[in-house]
């Protein structure tokens, strides 16, 4: 790549070309439960201009690998991908190794901490693999950016960061925020937005998928494109996800995630586990069901219907596509099970020796609770079992045998005590 075209002329424009069916209803797919659309009417002529040539659009969507583990969070945006991907566009899973060494200060009111090169190449080794639950691994370009980022080196840097000003780098909400209340940003934070728009001339991407509050890079991707005379890519916002407690968006850091590679019990308890107001976002932004099916639901339990149903549906739809349709059925066995006072058959074994052994050190060492503090906090609560009957004596020594504790609704654990 030249980085010498500051000066080259923005590739010129096709002719507006009429919209056939087969686009409307690309169209119609790709605005479903969408924030934002940017710019409608390119995207359209885009999809035109692929129906007439029958060259497909790349579609680029890129992750850094900051976490080990997707969520389903992620798959707000994954889902979205896969059905331009069966439209017959070409889709591009992007992962951000070099760009995760600088850290996204999206949504940040302080600077992120950047990851070791050797923290990013484990979590990127399981990126793809998780990604292809959704994707379709065969149809799939996956690239790292490190491909053209390493090789920019400090003098492609710099011309790079001459194409954007500091003010226009001050327009994005996070850094004006921090700004105005004294909260530092570090010079490299800046490059983040460059880099992630620079990977978009690279792969000379038609459109570009991500959160909301990814719309700035977004943006920038659009800018840079057009300085290196390309065509701009359209950007296409997904909302993000509230975790499980309907507040906080689905984050692993905040421990209201649900895991797409967790086991199928444990997925179908925590889609259980959501508010029935929150089903209903759910099923807008996870669910594969048509519009008028999911309505046709809320019409449902307006006139009477049990809620519990509907999400007991959303439950093993989700836990089918990331597992099997016999894994959600069993998933519901087990959680109709646990919901009156059973034990369910698949619950780990575990030999402890030390007897008698205080219920806090136990449940600690049963890996049911991360500390005794949480254990001893959890028998006042009442939420700790042996064999069926609630604990409440703190101070109670667990004598050697063999029996059942549980831990909340979920947490069991068949121990051996020596």
Known sequence: MNHDQSNAPI????????????????????????????????????????????????????????????????????NKMRQLQDLGHQVIFLI???????????GRNATRPPLTREQIEVNAKTYFAQASLVLDPERTEIRYNSEWCDKLGSRGMIQLASRYTVARMMERDDFTKRFRDGTPISVHEFLYPLMQGYDSVELKA?????????????????????????????????????GLDGVEKMSKSKGNYI???????????????ISDTMMWRYFDLLSFRSIAEIAGFKAEVEAGR???????????????????????????????????????????????????????????????????????????????????????????????????????KRKFARVTLA
């Not at 977004?218 to 840079?224: F, N, Q, S, W």
């Not at 034990?343 to 575990?350: G, Y």
């Open 11 to 78: 590739a010129a424009r096709p002719a507006v070309l009429p919209l056939s069916d087969r686009v409307n209803e690309a169209m119609a797919i790709a605005r479903r439960g969408v924030d934002e659309l940017l710019i409608e009417s390119e995207f359209a002529q885009k999809l035109a201009r692929s129906e007439q040539s029958g060259q497909p659009l790349r579609i680029k969507l890129g992750l850094d690998p900051t976490a080990p583990d997707l969520h389903l969070g992620h798959t707000v945006v994954l």
């Open 96 to 106: 951000g190794d070099f760009t995760s060494m600088i850290g996204d200060p999206s």
């Open 206 to 242: 038609d459109l570009e998928l991500g959160g909301t509050d990814q719309k700035f890079n977004l943006l920038v991707g659009r800018e840079l494109q057009k300085d290196w005379g390309q065509e701009p890519q359209c950007i296409l916002t997904m909302p993000l996800l509230e």
């Open 259 to 273: 895991g797409i590679t967790e086991p199928a019990n444990n997925m179908f308890g925590k889609v259980m586990s």
């Open 306 to 408: 049990n809620p519990r149903d509907l999400k007991v549906a959303l439950a093993q739809e989700i836990v089918t596509r990331f597992h099997s349709q016999q894994a959600a059925e069993d998933a519901l066995t087990d959680f109709v099970n646990r919901s009156k006072g059973g034990i369910p058959d698949d619950i780990p074994a575990i030999s402890l020796s030390g007897a008698p052994l205080g219920i806090g050190q136990l449940l600690k060492q049963a890996n049911l609770c991360a500390s005794t503090s949480e254990a001893l906090r959890m028998v006042e609560q009442g939420g700790v079992r042996i064999d069926g009957a609630v604990i409440s004596d703190k101070g109670l020594k667990v004598e050697a045998g063999e029996f059942v504790l549980q831990v909340g």
